[in-house]
């Protein structure tokens, strides 16, 4: 709040004196830019500084900035899915902007696999053929 006392003279000698506050209200919310949705490998971070962080000014001070995930159920292959991450930024008066970002994980890596020695058996032998050695 801003009080400010105005004081008046007139050429006979009066004086008026009056008293003025002004109180400063912000109902502005913060301006804010919010990441692009991105596609990660499952192997990737999901971590704002992998995937983007919001970016937020106001025009009457700092902003706190804050976000959760909501994470669907994995789709398919294990670890692939979809985040949709809540951004959120606050100012000082209590003023909040939102907005969503979507992260999209995705399996482009093919499983490794080791194949057994090849084997040579004869034709009147019971066959026993060892399974192979599978790895994801």
Known sequence: ?????????????????????????DNTAPQITCPANVTISCESSVLP?????LTSTDQC????????????????????GTITRHWAAIDGCGNLSTCNQTITIVDHTAPAMACPQNITVDCSVGISLPSPDRRS
């Open 1 to 25: 709040m801003i009080v400010r006392t105005w004081t008046a003279a007139d050429a006979c000698g009066n004086i008026a004196t009056g008293t003025q506050f002004i109180t400063v209200q």
């Open 61 to 80: 001070g700092t902003t706190f900035n804050s976000y959760t995930d909501e994470v669907a159920q994995p789709v398919g292959c294990n670890g692939t």
């Open 49 to 53: 500084a992998v995937t983007g962080a």
